[in-house]
């Protein structure tokens, strides 16, 4: 018992949980947001590997961190103008168009990257954000070391999660979006643009989707390999139904589940006898878990998953 | 502009689509080969002869071929229900490691015409249970199975890593994670001699055929079309909605898992990490390229096979990552998507 409360005590422990959380928060942001105007997004995995991809290769070829995340939203962007057209302008399955993009997307960026970097024996590597630390906030007790050892896309992340909750439920657009994802027909009464809208969302989405796999490459670790984006696009599609569709509660999901994630780390190292791989498999129960618990409760929006025609019902 | 659905669909646009759909993505992946700076229809040719030049890769293409028919057809008669299986991967690995463990244990001593028959049934059953988890999740709960297959891949994989690392290691494998291996006598007999090719394939395409069957000519093919056309419609009609999605979902997690069941006996004899480079993903491609036909499957997944046996030996010649496979699979998907919604509107101004 004692171990457990050493860990949870530690400042290690809730800085990686930030840093644990921060992919996640910005891929269940994104999907949050396609979801809200009606469009489920499964290319989010592949957008994600897509980002951490191309942000790396950017940062690789010579471009500033920042200019490689930009990168990779805009790549997110461009999958998920495609995924908008597929799903929006013809209708098609959201699952199957989703499936698509994913398989589409993540090849193209292990191929783009085998093609552009040459096989060499150990990964070439890039010099990942530093962690900064805001005056005023890092001497704050306990709160001050955890957040100094973050990097800037993880305040982003933060504020982000904030700014979206703002946008959604307090501005105009927001509820425009949200009366997209309930009610198209309604919403185009009200002079709404419901097929503008869902291209919006699905395309501001997709882009803070590839953010969070550039978190991966740019931050969290220095370099690409294939499938290191390990099912968090699918876990950010499982938050946002226990999020209930509500930012806010997209950033405490991500917390709790980066929480549940750290700790398993941790536990690991100081457990013996019990296979990693058990350790492995709790993030993917969990949101199994997660998702059983939350869908009876969950508000979802009406029109999700149900393409819009205009004078067709 | 707007789409107008065609009263009528001609048999010659049925036929089309697909053949239109993989000439569109493999002009566009020539633009991903040209961008590299190799020649496109070089590389084309050089696929083809890589997967069909010889009779050692053409028998090569049909054993790949093999594992991607069963995932397709888990894929197309679950999606025909509307029953969103994602997780042929998952189930493909579960049915592998379940002929590894009773085929190296259980049945390491019996005879071939038991061993055979008894472990293929093993495998479909262990892809069936993993099925039906997130089917029973859906029906109970209502959570999207979408989500929760594709979840229990991830958590398939690394339970199969846990055995293959413990009670199932083969201590003679010089320390590398590898299940022990099944009996010689229970590995399924060679089609063609002097090949990899085994009766695996025979069998796949027999259960093309008699899926085709059931779903055209049988209560249940028309149930279990009638619950993926309309879930209400079905259950006005008297169909028995759960139990008719249950058993849609045990024939597709069972032919999963049987897929994996076959590469171990008809390949391996034993099961790695591996063991599928993404057989259960690659399943839904053919899958949609079929149209959900279960004879198309054959064709779809005879297509897939090429452009991954083929693309290694071109890879090799033209310095072209063999992920271009991937890609124009990938994007033949999507292709596909486009076509068949072409071949049911049409465009008005």
Aim: glycine share 10%; hydrophobic share 55%; aromatic share 10%.
């Amino acid at each position: 018992m004692s171990i457990v409360l050493d860990i949870v005590a530690s400042i290690g422990l809730w800085a990686a949980v930030l840093r644990i959380a921060t992919p996640l928060i910005f891929g269940t942001l994104g999907a949050l947001l396609c979801e809200r105007a009606g469009v489920l997004n499964l290319g989010i995995e592949g957008i994600m590997t897509f980002g951490a991809m191309i942000g790396w290769l950017a940062v690789y070829q010579g471009a500033d961190l920042w200019t490689g995340l930009l990168v990779a939203a805009l790549s997110g962007a461009v999958f998920g103008l495609l995924h908008a057209a597929l799903t929006v302008t013809l209708g098609l399955s959201q699952h199957v168009s989703g499936l698509g993009v994913t398989l589409f997307a993540s090849s193209l960026s292990y191929y783009l990257f085998r093609l552009l970097v040459p096989l060499s024996g150990s990964p070439p590597t890039i010099e990942p954000f530093a962690p900064l630390s805001v005056p005023g906030l890092a001497d704050l007790p306990f709160i001050g070391p955890v957040l100094s050892a973050q990097t800037p896309p993880t305040y982003l992340a933060l504020l982000l999660a904030l700014g979206l909750a703002y946008a959604i439920f307090r501005t105009p657009l927001g509820l425009a979006i949200r009366m997209t994802g309930e009610n198209p027909h309604a919403a185009e009464a009200q002079g709404v643009d419901p097929m503008a809208v869902r291209y919006g969302a699905v395309i501001v989405g997709s882009a803070l989707m590839a953010v969070g796999g550039a978190f991966l490459t740019l931050s969290a670790f220095n370099s690409f390999f294939p499938t290191m984006v390990q099912g968090r696009g699918w876990i950010s599609i499982a938050l946002v139904v226990f999020a209930s569709w509500r930012p806010g509660r997209a950033l405490f999901g991500a917390l709790l589940f980066a929480f549940f994630d750290a700790f398993q780390l941790r536990l690991q190292t100081v457990v013996d006898g019990v296979p990693y791989q058990l350790f492995l498999m709790t993030p993917y129960i969990l949101s199994i878990v997660a998702l059983c618990v939350m869908a009876r409760h969950a508000r979802v929006p009406q029109a999700l998953m149900q393409p819009y025609r205009r004078g067709e019902r | 502009m707007r789409f107008e659905r065609r009263e009528h669909r001609p048999l010659f646009l049925v036929v089309l689509t697909p053949l239109l759909a993989v000439a569109a993505a493999l002009a566009l992946s020539g633009l991903l080969i040209a961008a590299a700076g190799a020649p496109v229809f070089e590389a084309y040719w050089r696929i083809l002869v890589g997967a069909f030049g010889s009779r050692l890769s053409a028998t090569e293409t049909l054993t790949r071929a093999t594992p991607l028919m069963l995932t397709g057809l888990a894929a197309a008669v679950a999606f025909r229900a509307r029953v969103w299986n994602i997780g042929g991967e998952g189930q493909f690995y579960l049915g592998a490691i379940a002929v590894a463990a009773v085929g190296s244990r259980l049945l390491a001593e019996a005879p071939g015409y038991l061993s055979i028959p008894l472990l293929l049934f093993t495998g479909a059953i262990a892809g069936m249970l993993l099925l039906i988890l997130p089917l029973w999740l859906r029906l109970r709960f209502s959570v999207d199975e979408v989500v929760t297959s594709l979840l229990l891949n991830f958590v398939a994989v690394l339970f199969v890593s846990m055995l293959i690392d413990g009670p199932l290691k083969d201590p003679l494998a010089f320390g590398w994670p590898q299940s022990q291996s099944v009996s010689d006598a229970a590995m399924l007999p060679k089609l063609v001699a002097r090949s990899r090719l085994h009766w695996g394939f025979g069998i796949a395409l027999v259960l093309a055929v008699v899926i085709h069957i059931v779903q055209s000519r049988t209560v249940f093919g028309l149930k279990s079309r009638a619950a993926g056309l309309s879930p209400e419609g079905a259950v006005f009609a008297g169909v028995p909605l759960a139990r008719t999605l249950l058993l849609v979902a045990c024939l597709s997690g069972g032919l999963a898992g049987l897929a994996g069941a076959v590469e171990v006996l008809g390949v391996k004899g034993y099961v790695t990490t591996d063991l599928s480079p993404g057989f259960g993903y690659s399943g839904i491609v053919v899958a949609m390229l079929a149209g959900l036909h279960p004879l198309g499957v054959v064709l779809a997944a005879l297509f897939t096979a090429t452009m991954f046996v083929g693309a290694d030996g071109m890879s090799r010649a033209l310095k072209i990552p063999t992920y271009i496979a991937d890609v124009t699979v990938a994007l033949s998907l999507i292709t596909m998507l486009v076509a068949v919604f072409f071949a049911q509107y049409r465009i008005r101004r």
